[in-house]
């Protein structure tokens, strides 16, 4: 007899760490490394792009390359968590 998975994260909660940290959606979905190359990545970019901005600029503006990682990080957390959980519902029946 196997026992049961654990059950995972709500992919909305996921979407909401995803939301308040870069990364932070990964790491509860289970992979970590990726996540972490998303956190690394954002502020990264964020930092070049600050540097290579001048000071007119807004705060919007001179961190944009960083806050376009962490914009494309939110819906690839969202799916991978959606995809784990709908497997989890499938094999639970």
């Not at 502020?43 to 807004?58: D, K, Q």
């Given at each position: 007899?196997?026992?049961?998975?654990?059950?995972?994260w709500?992919?909305?909660?996921?979407?909401?760490?995803?939301?308040?940290?870069?990364?932070?959606?990964?790491?509860?979905?289970?992979?970590?490394?990726?996540?972490?190359?998303?956190?690394?990545?954002?502020?990264?970019?964020?930092?070049?792009?600050?540097?290579?901005?001048?000071p007119?600029?807004?705060?919007?503006?001179?961190?944009?390359?960083?806050?376009?990682?962490?914009?494309?990080?939110?819906?690839?957390a969202?799916?991978l968590?959606?995809?784990?959980y709908?497997?989890?519902?499938?094999?639970?029946?």
């Amino acid at each position: 007899m196997t026992t049961p998975a654990r059950e995972p994260w709500n992919p909305y909660a996921v979407l909401a760490l995803a939301l308040l940290m870069p990364g932070a959606g990964h790491v509860a979905v289970g992979q970590p490394q990726r996540g972490f190359g998303f956190a690394f990545f954002s502020l990264l970019l964020a930092l070049v792009s600050w540097h290579t901005t001048t000071p007119e600029h807004s705060f919007i503006g001179r961190s944009a390359a960083g806050l376009f990682v962490w914009a494309i990080s939110i819906p690839d957390a969202y799916r991978l968590a959606r995809m784990k959980y709908e497997l989890w519902r499938k094999n639970r029946r």
